[in-house]
C-alpha cells in the first residue's frame, strides 16, 4: 500500500494581539481546524513565538512531537518550530545555525542584516511507515530588502545552507527538504541559487504557485509568492500536488502567509 505523506510550510505571524481581529488569539481556532481535517505528517512554522507555542503545543501535543528553536542569543523569543505526527515521523537529531558568517556563535548575523538575527533550524527525520530517513531545513530569511533593495543576506544565507546541505550529504546521502519563508521572489539570486544548484538537484515543489504572501488581503491586493519548498530529485518524484490553504472567515485568515502543503505518495 502506498504511503501519503503531506508536509505544510507556514509562516504563522507573530502579532499575538496586535492585529485587530486577525490577531493569532482570532486565527488560533481556524488555523487548529485546518490542521486537524489535513493531518499533515510535518509541519514548520516560521514567526514561531513562546505565546504562539503555548497554545499549539497544549491543542497538538496529543498528536505530534513538537520542537520549537528562539533564533536570539539567549536561545528565546521568536523562532522556528517542528511538528512531526506521532504515529509517522519521529525525531532523530535536531541542532540550529545563525545565518551568519559565524554560526556557531549565538545571535551573529551578517553585516548587512539591519534588524533581526536568522536562524536555520535543522531535523534528521525519520519515516516510521517507509522506513526512510530524512533531511529537513526550516528557514525565515532576512527581510531587510522589503526597505532597500538589498539582496544579499537572503543570497549569503542559501548558499550557507547549501553548503551545510552539502557537507552532511557527503558523509551520508539522504532524502532533504529545504523550505520556509525566504522572503524573497522567484527570480531572485537567492532562488536562483538553489534552483541552478550544481553538487546536486534541487527541485522546488512550489514552483507552480504565484501567490504565498498577502498581508491579509487576499488574492490581487498586496499579493507576492515569498514560500518554498526545495527537495532532492528523488523524493521529487513521488510528488503529487502543492496547494496553498486559502481559509477565511468574516475577514479573518489563516496568517498573513497562506499555509503552503505538499502531498507525497511513496510506494
Not at 56 to 69: F, M, Q
Request: charged share 30%; proline share 4%; aromatic share 12%.
Amino acid at each position: 500500500m502506498n504511503r501519503k505523506f503531506g508536509f505544510v510550510t507556514f509562516n504563522v505571524s507573530f502579532r499575538y494581539g496586535e492585529d485587530g481581529i486577525n490577531s493569532f488569539v482570532h486565527r488560533a481556532g481556524m488555523i487548529l481546524e485546518r490542521i486537524y481535517e489535513a493531518k499533515p505528517d510535518l509541519i514548520c512554522l516560521q514567526e514561531a513565538t513562546p505565546k504562539i507555542m503555548g497554545i499549539l503545543r497544549k491543542a497538538l501535543r496529543s498528536d505530534y512531537d513538537i520542537i520549537h528553536l528562539g533564533r536570539e542569543a539567549d536561545l528565546r523569543g521568536e523562532g522556528l518550530a517542528i511538528f512531526c505526527r506521532h504515529d509517522s515521523v519521529e525525531f532523530q537529531t535536531v541542532e540550529r545555525f545563525w545565518l551568519s558568517p559565524t554560526p556557531e556563535i549565538p545571535g551573529s548575523r551578517y553585516d548587512c542584516q539591519k534588524k533581526f538575527v536568522r536562524i536555520t533550524e535543522i531535523a534528521l527525520l525519520y519515516d516510521v511507515q517507509t522506513d526512510r530517513f530524512f533531511r529537513l531545513y526550516n528557514n525565515h530569511f532576512d527581510n531587510t530588502h522589503l526597505e532597500d533593495g538589498d539582496d544579499t543576506p537572503r543570497i549569503q544565507s542559501m548558499q550557507q545552507i547549501l553548503e551545510h546541505l552539502k557537507a552532511q550529504q557527503e558523509i551520508v546521502k539522504l532524502p532533504f527538504f529545504i523550505c520556509g519563508d525566504l522572503n524573497e521572489w522567484p527570480d531572485a539570486e537567492a532562488i536562483r541559487c538553489a534552483n541552478e544548484y550544481e553538487p546536486f538537484r534541487l527541485v522546488d515543489v512550489t514552483k507552480d504557485l504565484t501567490v504565498t504572501s498577502h498581508s491579509f488581503e487576499g488574492l490581487g491586493i498586496r499579493d507576492q509568492k515569498l514560500d518554498y519548498i526545495f527537495t532532492d530529485a528523488e523524493t521529487a518524484a513521488a510528488w503529487k500536488k502543492t496547494e496553498i490553504w486559502e481559509d477565511q472567515r468574516d475577514g479573518i485568515w489563516l496568517s498573513d502567509h497562506y499555509p503552503v502543503y505538499a502531498e507525497f505518495e511513496f510506494s
